[in-house]
Antibody, heavy 118, light 112 residues
Framework: EVQLLESGGGLVQPGGSLRLSCAAS????????MNWVRQAPGKGLEWVSA????????YYADSVKGRFTISRDNSKNTLYLQMSSLRAEDTAVYYC???????????WGQGTLVTVSS | DIVMTQSPLSLPVTPGEPASISCRSS???????????LDWYLQKPGQSPQVLIS???NRAAGVPDRFSGSGTGTDFTLKISRVEAEDVGVYYC?????????FGPGTTVDIK
């Protein structure tokens, strides 16, 4: 059974940093691209970042480029999102999602809430 | 960036009746391999999104056959043949042709 379990969310001050993790199980992690998607309170879904199975290719939304870094440790079956210079508008539930080929989001985690506030 | 629009944004439905949601993209989602990179997701209240339809018309595993997706290029439709109470939630279309992947604004389906 595929499972994606996010962690690392919490309350952080503007300008601060946070690292999210997504622990994967039930599939060969290194074979799949992974993505982060976020949802601000009461709002729709916003794609944040993607990484290839090997980790060699990464992609970012303009809203987070230069502030967020996606990475993965295939030996630990874990996806990461390092977030820095956080802003109030980064407040959201962050979901990780598994991406099969050709490309769609077939499994999503339960999400972790990030709140940026002083 | 590819802009996604949906209509209607709110859809009150009667159980047992059909329902339809339209999704349009600002550019074609059909790639050279013949794939339409358009997916449909349902976010039920208090839950994570779940895939319903991938690549325009492929029903995901475990999705009831009352859900169907159609369309090509820039115009797509999600149809529910007979709505059930468990189908309430927000339906999103998403393009996965190119980054940034973009979602439609969502269509809220609730029971009349």
């Amino acid at each position: 059974e595929v499972q994606l379990l996010e962690s690392g969310g919490g309350l952080v001050q503007p300008g601060g940093s946070l690292r999210l993790s997504c622990a994967a199980s039930g599939f060969t992690f290194s074979n799949y691209a992974m993505n982060w998607v976020r949802q601000a309170p009461g709002k729709g879904l916003e794609w944040v970042s993607a990484i290839s199975g090997s980790g060699s290719s990464t992609y970012y939304a303009d809203s987070v480029k230069g502030r967020f870094t996606i990475s993965r440790d295939n030996s630990k079956n874990t996806l990461y999102l390092q977030m820095s210079s956080l802003r109030a508008e980064d407040t959201a539930v962050y979901y990780c999602a598994k991406v099969p080929t050709p490309r769609w989001f077939d499994y999503w985690g339960q999400g972790t809430l990030v709140t940026v506030s002083s | 960036d590819i802009v996604m629009t949906q209509s209607p944004l709110s859809l009150p439905v009667t159980p047992g009746e059909p329902a339809s949601i339209s999704c349009r993209s600002s550019q074609s989602l059909l790639d050279s391999r013949g794939y339409n990179f358009l997916d449909w997701y349902l976010q039920k209240p208090g839950q994570s999104p779940q895939v319903l339809i991938s690549l325009g018309s492929n029903r995901a595993a475990g999705v009831p056959d009352r859900f169907s997706g159609s369309g090509t290029g820039t115009d797509f439709t999600l149809k529910i043949s007979r709505v059930e109470a468990e189908d309430v939630g927000v339906y999103y279309c998403m393009q996965a042709l190119q980054t940034p992947f973009t979602f439609g604004p969502g269509t809220t389906v609730d029971i009349k």
